[in-house]
């Protein structure tokens, strides 16, 4: 038999190692951080899936000490000793142990069964009743929209929206789901888990945030199924406010635009005609409120989603971001996408195809300085 | 028919590249599959580094969204399919026979097509790159998005080159099912033979029922995109997609853990100087958990929208599967108790792979936790789960493997000291990029996004991560070199050098092609042992005094190398395997390229003719001779 090369005291290496995993798997328990994290929940929802998340994390940090112990223990003490000439007891095994270490995992794991279970009917219940606030939303490559279909404007137009939902205090929303192309997924972690937003069907997501947000720190989330060149960047923000925030909020966005008479918003709304080949906005001008771009629907079991080709404009000079969610809106980041939006943004525009409703990002129309200015103008007017 | 020359009775081992191309030994062609993964290891590898560079710090600009897009579905496809599925194939080929005390597969020459379709397969995938573009549909090759733009070819590469991968190991499976099952020497019944082949067994199992599933999927795929019909887009299903790949998909987790589990079970005895604690156990968890991997497909999909009470049912199926997992764990731990235990290297990447199995599986358990796997899912948690599964468990399952058995496949030994050097390097660098992940996974990071934007909090983690995954890169190199350096000058090892268990301890390293002089008569699990040790009454081994030190000869008790070998019939060398894959290999191509393909297709299909009527007349012959 060939002897040991070398043998010096792996074993207590080896603790080291263990010490060091352990400590990281605490920190990943610990380390809630970031506005986008799972782990400081905001409302109810993600706090009963956190809670949920702790109570299976101990266990689980339980038996891993438990096995990593007794793998270590075994090393060390097992270890081939140089004074020792003697073999080992040759067992081949011992059947009342394998059932011990068979029957004791299915009991542990038989306990968190029913919270597993009563936690997944929590979570997917569908909020009713006239308090609940009912959003439908269509996913689109790449960008989200919103429609609060009980929200009704004077002139009969519910309230429609961009990659900014607008959600009052400790109330229940209930998020009606489909998409526009391929499969997205909603996913805001500080208030919900994610739900898939698919083709062809209705899904639904329960929202309810504790307290409002400040105005610049709005909750972040994200696409998190992977749908395509720009799924990193179809990001969405949630403002929470109170209700009477809300209602201010949802008075301003059922409002028209106002069309620009003079100064450089004229000349940008003159070269907004560009721009309605795919967006909409809801402007009220001489003759009166309309909209001067397309409106699309979408009908899936039943329901019928706005589904349009990009995202309405009529109250973009109120949103914080644009590009979904990506960029800060303002007046050098809208000039950089004015003059060239795959410079930005990564997208398919070569591949649009308008009569077939395709759209796979914003081209690059070769606007000039002046045209590209004045937009700006335009769009950040309309609050 | 006796044909009776000298010459025949011992088959030489020719060289020369075309000994190769024709060869039907399957030791040659478990060798070729090994050099093949690793090649494409260090491809994925490479792959997964420009990944990381781009992660690195918030809006990295290293990689444009659409090279991103296909780097990492690449490093996906090419990690599963072309690295661990075929290095699994490799010790396959390469043990079962030996393993089961027998000269070869039971189908030698389509042993040897399976590889060259394999082969042709990751051409044609890898070669996507340079023609028109990889698949960038991510490797689970979602619905309608993979359905979406028919405008690219990348998808068809995909739709094409799994299709035949999967064609190659449902041959590839068939085959070693039929080994087991018919070739095993005289006396090695099922519950004989050793734990690797029977985790090979199981897997074959796996392959043979789920590979359909997933290549009526890619049909439908395929179809879609290039005839109009609407399976999946348009009025179609995209969650039918979803449901054919994941009962795909997730036995093909354990096709990829299981052959690693296998291996260690092989280790973890021998260099432990006792027998495999609870091997009837060890044997039956792994068929458990096959027959349950079929069961838990619907976990892949919790937040697709399948109800409360699907979502439940697979939960508590989830749940289970971790049950004979911890059973394996248990009796490797119980393997060591009270044993001699020698931290040669095989041993120290088997105990690396157990220790790290144990943090895979557990936080698979949380994903089983299914509103909390509402967060998880598809977040950079999921990601270090699986690389604590596939690269804990299964690479430094393989890595274990390769050293333990390099002496047998050279005669010579891995060097120690580089060995050790791969090893802590491994381990610290998988630690240090994998398990930041969970912590990105928990505070927010979705999986396959090629940037994110600043004040997430994100970068700390992902640097850490970057740092760790060049680590893990220099480990390789060390290990690439030191395969490379110790094949011609490596310490030698004799035949034996572990004191081993199984039946390829007992012939001389490198193996002769046929194998075994004498095929052995079997008579207890780990017979190789019982030849050398017997118990006393306390239960402890004794070395049995008739049998020398660590070199015990091929059991040269038969006095002579010629008077068993006149029923010992080796299969003769034939190039029509290759000619058949590459006919089908340039189908595939074609394929790809529809409508202008069709012609394409159609001197594939001529050359895949060619093959297959010269294979099927190809006259018996004997000794390598050919008519």
Known sequence: MKPTQRNREPAGRFRVVALVAVLGLSLAACSGSGPQTALNPEGPIADSINDLWQLVFIMATVVFIIVQGGLFYAMGRFRERKDDESEPVQLHGNTKLEIAWTIIPVVILASIGYPIVRGIFDVRTIPEGPD????????????WEFEYVDLVGDDGRTLVTANELYIPERTDVNLTMTSADVIHSFWVPVLAGKRDVVPNRVTNLTLHANNATPPDQPHPGQCAEYCGLAHADMRFKVHVRTQADFDNW??????????????????GYAAFTTCIACHNATVAGSDGVEDVGPVRTLEVDGVTFTSSLAPDLTHFGSRMTFGAGTFENDREHLARWLANPVDLKPMRPELNDIEAGRILGMP??????????????????WK | MVIDTSKDLVPARPTGIWSWITTVDHKRIGMMYGITALVAFFVAGLQALLIRLQLTNANGTVLSADAYNQLFTMHGLTMLLIVVMPVGAAFMNYFIPLHIGARDVAFPRANAFSFWLFLFSTVILLSSFVLGGAPD??????????????????????????????????MASANFIATVFTMRAPGMSLMRIPVFTWMAVVVSFLLIFSLPIFGVGLFQMFFDRNFGTQFFGGGGDPLLWQHLFWLFGHPEVYVLILPAMGIVSEIIPVFSRKPLFGYPFVVFSGIAIGFMGFGVWAHHMYTAGLGPVAEAGFGVATMMIAVPTGVKIFNWIGTMWGGKI??????LFSIGFVSLFVIGGLSGVTHSVVPSDYQQHDSYYVVAHFHYVLFGGGVFGFVAGAYYWFPKWTGRFLDKRQGLWHFWLMLIGFNLTFAPMHILGLNGMPRRTYRYGEGLGFEFWNQVATVGSFIIGLSFLI????????RKHGELAGDDPWDGRTLEWSISSPPPVHNFDEIPVVEHVDDYWHRKYATDEEGRAVRMPDVSGGTVAADTDTGGDDSHEEDMHMPSPSYYPIVAAAGIGTMGYGFVYLPVGWIVVGIGALITMWGVFGWSLEPVTRGGEHE
């Open chain 1, 250 to 267: 949802v008075e301003g966005q059922l409002a028209p635009a106002a069309e620009p008479t003079e100064g450089a918003a004229a000349d």
């Open chain 2, 137 to 170: 549909g991510g490797w689970f090759g979602y619905a309608p998005l993979s359905t979406q733009l028919e405008e690219y070819v990348r998808m068809d590469y995909y739709a094409v080159g799994a299709q035949l991968l999967g064609v190659a190991s449902i």
């Open chain 2, 342 to 347: 020698r931290f040669e290297l095989p041993m």
């Open chain 1, 132 to 143: 609940v606030l009912q959003v439908q939303v269509t996913g689109h490559q790449w960008w």
């Open chain 1, 364 to 381: 690059n129309f070769n606007l000039s300085d002046e045209d590209i200015d004045n937009l700006i103008t335009l769009l950040e007017g």
């Open chain 2, 479 to 486: 290990f690439a070199w030191n395969l490379i350096r110790s």
